[in-house]
């Protein structure tokens, strides 16, 4: 076990909030198409001047509010974004920046795509757990609806923006990181992916304005996943001498309507046991798991004393999840 323990969480909801009735009507479709695409009732969207970082500071100012912690209380940053605010420097130094943390508080940034904050953990864990560092920050923020091409209502329709947080230190020997797995199945890399804003494409290289729009096959994402899904669950229990039955709550990346509702089924869960606010914040990208994470814990349904499993999919394709000792 990496002894962790999760001192607060935060959240940040952008300004703006989006209802499938307005997007039925800026998409000049019939009522209810956006809701029986999306199954999503209402997200929200960062307006024009709203950015990323703002967006993962107002996070990080939540949870240390609510440890009654100040900024200088913070011995390291890590950013955990699916997508960079910008391609040079770490959006890490962008949160710090809005964020006012001392100058030469160390930051980075952790990126896996959806899986971010898990694979944050657990790097978080592991310095912690080597006496690194006391007291650990990490922030998730994600504005899907900037890279969003609306002719495909696929890829467009299932996303919300949104920014959480979590400040953890190191635990007792009966608390933190059980067990933690992250697979990568690189022939699914395709599958979903924004081909432009790196060394790939760029001004000096051919492109044109929809490689900056996201691009994703959700058919085949879903097959490729569920197909290695019951192993790796499976191998991750296994690592955690624990089966489904002993755990408390499942708190998933909110990927999509179908994709929530293909886990639960498939995997056999309990409803009650998972944390399901998809259809009010949509696929948040990084920003998922940390704020189902925050729903988790604000709403008593992950207590001192019980065990969670955190469990996702994300771009590349990769499948991660980690068993959570509270």
């Known amino acids: 076990m990496l002894n962790i323990k999760i001192i607060s969480t935060g959240k940040a909801d952008p300004a703006t909030l989006i209802t499938s009735e307005m997007l039925d009507f800026r998409l000049n479709k019939p009522d209810g198409y956006t809701l029986k695409k999306s199954g999503i009732i ?6 024009v001047g709203e950015t990323q970082s703002w967006l993962g500071a107002k996070a990080l100012s939540s949870a240390l509010s609510n440890a009654s912690l100040k900024n200088t209380d913070i011995d390291l940053l890590i950013s955990a974004c699916g997508v960079q605010e910008q391609a ?3 959006t890490a130094s962008a949160i710090a920046n809005q964020a006012n943390l001392p100058a030469g508080t160390p930051v980075f940034d952790v990126n896996a795509s959806c899986l971010s904050f898990l694979t944050a953990m657990q790097v978080a864990a592991s310095l912690l757990n080597t006496n690194s560092y006391k007291r650990i920050a990490i922030v998730s923020s994600d504005q899907a609806s900037r890279g969003l091409d609306w002719s495909e209502p ?3 329709l299932i996303f919300g923006d949104g920014a959480a947080a979590a400040i953890i230190e190191r635990g007792h020997s009966k608390q933190g990181i059980v067990a933690f797995e992250l697979k990568t199945f690189t022939q699914g890399r395709d599958l979903c992916e924004i081909r432009a804003g790196g060394t790939r494409m760029n001004p000096n290289t051919s492109l044109s304005e929809k490689d900056f729009l996201f691009k994703m096959n959700g058919k085949q994402v879903m097959k490729l996943a569920m197909k290695h899904m019951p192993a790796f669950l499976e191998n991750l229990l296994k690592q955690a001498n624990t089966d489904l039955k002993t755990i408390d709550v499942v708190i998933p ?5 179908l994709g929530m509702a293909h886990m639960i089924k498939h995997l056999d869960l309990e409803e009650d ?3 399901n606010i998809y259809k009010t914040h949509g696929n948040q990208v990084s920003a998922s798991l940390p704020t ?3 729903e988790a814990l604000t709403t008593g349904r992950f207590v001192s004393g019980s065990r969670a499993l955190m469990l996702g999919t994300a771009a590349g394709i990769s499948i991660g999840g980690l068993v959570l000792d509270f």
């Not at 209402?42 to 307006?47: G, L, T, V």
């Open 292 to 294: 189902a994470l925050h």
């Open 253 to 257: 990346h909110q990927a999509s309507h």
């Open 154 to 156: 696929e890829a467009s």
């Open 88 to 90: 040079l420097p770490t």
């Open 42 to 47: 209402h997200r929200r969207f960062s307006p």
């Open 273 to 275: 046991k998972v944390i």
